[in-house]
Nanobody
Framework: VQLQASGGGLVQAGDSLRLSCAAS????????MGWFRQAPGKEREFVAA???????DYTESVKGRFTISRDNAKNAVYLQMNSLKPEDTAVYYC??????????????WGQGTLVTVSS
């Protein structure tokens, strides 16, 4: 399985970014997809996840600002990030897991894409 995250960059507070993650290696539609992030000096944390059927979950700090979606035809998952804040600065990782639950453990991880939000 390969997961390729992209779309990170340097933005100002209040701006938007859309992260993408392209998956290959197994039948994408059968698996839960998640986004995680790791800020400098901090542990990796859960951001959002989407089930095989489209159910979603978000960490409290991004609710109402971030939206996770998936396109099974394109083997891709997205994270639309609006109203970005400096505290959203982190390396963002996409991940994939089997089963039905949206929380871990996740089986496969992408390489990460850096999001930097300036104040």
């Amino acid at each position: 399985v390969q997961l390729q995250a992209s779309g990170g960059g340097l933005v100002q507070a209040g701006d938007s970014l859309r992260l993408s993650c392209a998956a290959s290696g197994r039948t994408f539609s059968r698996y839960v997809m998640g986004w995680f992030r790791q800020a400098p000096g901090k542990e990796r944390e859960f951001v959002a996840a989407i089930s095989r059927t489209g159910s979603t979950d978000y960490t409290e700090s991004v609710k109402g600002r971030f939206t996770i979606s998936r396109d099974n035809a394109k083997n891709a998952v997205y994270l639309q990030m609006n109203s970005l804040k400096p505290e959203d600065t982190a390396v963002y990782y996409c991940a994939q897991k089997g089963g039905f639950g949206l929380l871990g453990p996740y089986d496969y991880w992408g390489q990460g894409t850096l999001v930097t939000v300036s104040s």
